[in-house]
């Protein structure tokens, strides 16, 4: 599924928006979502899961091409923890196909 | 403090005019439609964003960490997220004080 076609299913769900409307709002959401992120907030929404950040450490890397090191700053990266009802529902799908 | 689907239907109110229940329920949906379309085993991809991909996982030996037993751990589906170049790049820069 895409994001233009989650667009398409969350406005079928519903009679009073447009899907240009549907569409201003997913954009809202992964924007709210990502400028969270960005900030260092965490995401928790219960029965789908959490977005945190994980910290890698500074490590020397190299270039694939050259072969020359080049030191790596510490950075974050965004990091998702599936909730329960996720994992279960999506556990469940092995058996039925 | 963490980000929550309250907080995410309260700015659909005030930046489109959404009313609550509607803002309400565009949240539950957006969630609703992403796990119902991992549950049928279709991955999600949201540009900018990341993609929410599932992986099948063979059954392995495992045990019990506390009386050593070993049991098998079933094969299992799981999901699994990629953050994609944008939201990498965004969160990237955080300067964070851990």
Request: net charge positive; proline share 4%; charged share 30%.
């Amino acid at each position: 599924m895409t994001k233009s076609e989650l667009i398409e299913r969350l406005a079928a769900r519903q009679t009073q928006l447009s899907l240009k409307d549907v569409e201003l709002v997913v954009k809202n959401l992964l924007e709210h979502m990502a400028q969270s992120l960005a900030q260092g907030e965490r995401i928790e929404i219960r029965g789908f899961g959490s977005f945190s950040l994980h910290y890698r450490a500074p490590r020397v890397g190299r270039n694939p091409k050259t072969g020359q090191s080049v030191k790596l700053e510490g950075k974050y990266v965004p990091h998702f923890k599936p909730g329960k009802e996720l994992r279960d529902r999506v556990n469940e799908s092995i058996t039925a196909d | 403090m963490a980000l929550t689907k309250a907080e995410m239907a309260e700015r659909l109110f005030d930046d489109l005019g959404l009313n609550k229940r509607e803002a309400k329920e565009m949240v539950e949906g957006f969630y609703e439609e992403i796990r119902n379309s991992l549950a049928s085993n279709q991955q999600v991809k949201l540009s900018g964003f990341g993609n929410f991909d599932l992986r099948d996982k063979k059954q392995r030996p495992g045990r019990n960490p506390k009386t050593g037993e070993e049991i098998p751990i079933c094969a299992r589906r799981v999901v699994t997220f990629r953050p994609g170049q944008k939201l990498k790049a965004r969160v990237e820069a955080y300067a964070g004080s851990e």
